[in-house]
């Protein structure tokens, strides 16, 4: 009875309060979920999934769950907002996903969106520097696309090789097609790139690790300018057994050899100030004083108008002053003597005395002595000026030292040669007023040491076979062999050796001179005891930083040659990619690159490698 009683008092209450009677047992909630969009998307897409919820058979209003599928469980990802039973929601999967929706504790069956791989094109590459230096960095540029189509926005992996396996080493997003990241590679690495949701790979590319030398090894072959004759090829060609005719012809090309008028005399500065525009000092002589020593037979000393000023039967030195009021002054034998223009010094055995004991004079810092001929000495802007005046054919040419005179032991005629080359360069010298001068004495025109020369050797032996090849081009004081070039004689140029070719005139100097022109030169590659076959110089990296302008330089290559082989630019190229070119004319890049090196100079322009 009392169970009854609380039945029927509850039944009353729900009538009072409008509730209606109480049901059996509570309705169920289900939620639904399914993708209302594509569920076969590209990387980077989106989708749209969309969630119901009733109760019962009442679509009702809440809050769902999108779950995704990931490291083997459930995992909640996102809310969907469910009104009168729907709810949609716009999703961006990374990769091929499995979804559900869950509502408390109910969840809906399960549903998957996939990307599509099939046609997807993953590429990566280098748009930076592809050599690196420890520290440097470069930029990698990542595109993916999908159908033809760039992915609109997705993230790639960067991946290295490294131990023999693959590893992600950075990611690079990707927007629009497109994604890029700067690298700091530690070393030569190769990368790809790989998308996991596609599984897509692009090719392999790679990274150097550039190296910055401490020094360079510049290797190179041949002594001098390269134009005109190869003195060692023309040793080479007379061992050969060709004549100097022929020796010459070759490397003077449409000239002529033959016999021909010369000049009597020229006029040779042994000591004095510049002529030719060189620095003052790096060849001449800028002294107000000098002395000048006769011995082994007498001498006399006589003024412009030929008086004789003062003589001697002994050795003897005289001192001479340019005076500032343009006189030359001669100090001889305890007594000064004057002229306003030149006093001449005159010793045995050629101009003065002919035929008798033959004397030798000096001059303090000229590099020569001096059998032959006589000296008129000047003062020229307050600097004492020595020219010895000497026959061309036979006293000059016997004083000429640019050829080694045993070269001549078994064959005169690379000897003969030289001998014809250089007469031909002295008939085309003019007085020059800056020297009161044809020549002078050294390698801005020829080297000339006078009976240094002549006299070579223990009992001049060598000197005597020098003598006999330059008597072979001569019959008297004016007629000896001459090279010309359409009836006139010409300027020769003359060098040491070559890298295998000769070169033509203008790639060395500007200028075209018709008959200078590239010509095969494997004779100086050949010529017995030529040490300028192969040689090397040392460039440090500090000075070839400054050399081209550069922060470092990583390699350097000879990047335009001549017709004869020898550089015309240079080109280097630094640790991050950036490049600087030095270009010139052959003669002009040898000193410049030569005064970068350890050495000051190059001997010259044709370079192998430089390394």
């Known amino acids: 009875m009392r169970r009854l009683g609380a039945t029927l008092i509850a039944a009353a209450l729900a009538v009072v309060l409008g509730l209606g009677a ?28 969309r969630a119901t919820l009733q109760r019962g058979s009442t679509a009702v209003s809440g809050t769902v769950w999108l779950q995704k599928y990931t490291d083997g469980r459930w995992v909640d990802a996102a ?24 509502y408390g504790s109910a969840t809906s069956s399960t549903f998957r969106v996939t990307i599509s791989r099939a046609d997807f094109l993953l590429a990566g590459r280098i748009t930076g520097p592809t050599s690196v230096a420890a520290g ?73 690790a550039a190296s910055v030398p401490s020094t360079f090894t510049i290797t190179g072959s041949g002594y001098g300018h390269g134009v005109g004759m190869s003195q060692y090829g023309a040793y080479a060609q007379a061992l050969a057994g060709r004549t100097a005719k022929a020796i010459l012809e070759y490397y003077y090309r449409g000239a002529d050899v033959s016999w021909r008028t010369t000049e009597r005399n020229v006029a ?20 107000a004083t000098t002395t000048t020593t006769v011995s082994g037979g007498p001498w006399r000393v006589v003024a412009a108008d030929g008086t004789v000023l003062r003589s001697g039967s002994s050795t003897s030195t005289i001192a001479w002053r340019a005076m500032a009021d343009g006189r030359i002054k001669a100090w001889a034998g305890g007594r000064a003597y004057y002229d306003p223009v030149a006093i001449r010094l ?94 002078v004495d050294d390698v801005r025109d020829q080297n000339y040491t006078g009976w240094r020369k002549e006299n070579e050797g223990t009992d001049g032996r060598w000197g005597k076979i020098w003598k006999a090849a330059v008597d072979d081009t001569v019959r008297t004081s004016t007629s000896a062999m001459l090279l010309t070039y359409q009836g006139a004689p010409i300027t020769t140029h003359y060098f040491s050796s070559s890298g295998g070719r000769t070169v033509s005139s203008e790639d060395v100097w500007s200028s075209v001179v018709p008959y200078e022109r590239s010509v095969a030169d494997p004779w100086s590659l050949s010529a017995p005891g030529n040490t300028m076959s192969r040689w090397t110089r040392t460039l440090t990296q500090a000075s070839a930083r400054t050399l081209f302008s550069l922060p470092d330089v990583s390699t350097i290559r000879v990047s335009r040659t001549s017709s004869g082989g020898t550089m015309l630019a240079l080109t280097a190229t630094s640790s991050s990619g950036a490049t600087r070119t030095i270009s010139g004319a052959s003669d002009s890049l040898r000193g410049t690159l030569g005064r970068a090196t350890t050495a000051g100079s190059l001997p010259a322009a044709w370079i192998t490698s430089i390394g």
């Open 22 to 49: 109480l049901p059996a047992h509570a309705a169920t909630t289900t939620v639904t979920g399914l993708v209302t969009g594509a569920s076969v998307i590209k990387p980077g897409a989106s989708t749209t999934v």
């Open 79 to 102: 809310t969907v907002t469910v009104e009168a039973g729907r709810g949609y929601r716009v999703i961006y999967p990374k990769g091929s996903t499995s979804y559900r929706m869950r």
């Open 136 to 208: 440097g960095s470069t930029t990698v540029r990542a595109s993916f696309t999908g159908s033809g189509a760039p992915v609109r926005s997705t993230t790639v992996w960067l991946q290295k090789y490294a131990g023999g396996a693959w590893s992600n080493a950075a990611t690079i997003g990707v927007t629009d097609g497109v994604g890029t990241r700067v690298i700091y590679p530690k070393g030569s690495t190769s990368y790809r790139l790989y998308h996991p949701a596609t599984r897509t790979f692009s090719s392999v590319f790679r990274v150097s």
């Open 268 to 287: 040779v500065q042994v000591f004095g100030p510049e002529p030719y525009g060189y620095t003052p000092g790096r060849y001449s002589d800028e002294k």
């Open 346 to 439: 005159e010793w045995s055995g050629t101009r003065y005395l002919a035929g008798s004991r033959a004397a030798v004079a000096t001059v303090a810092g000229a590099q020569g002595t001096y059998r032959h001929g006589r000296f008129t000495v000047r003062g020229i802007d307050g600097r004492v000026n020595v020219v010895n005046d000497v026959l061309l054919n036979t006293e000059y040419l016997y004083g000429i030292s640019e050829m080694p005179s045993s070269w001549g032991s078994t064959d005169r005629s690379a000897l003969a040669a030289q001998a014809i080359a250089a007469r031909s360069y002295a008939m085309r010298q003019v007085l020059k007023p800056a020297c009161a001068c044809q020549v």
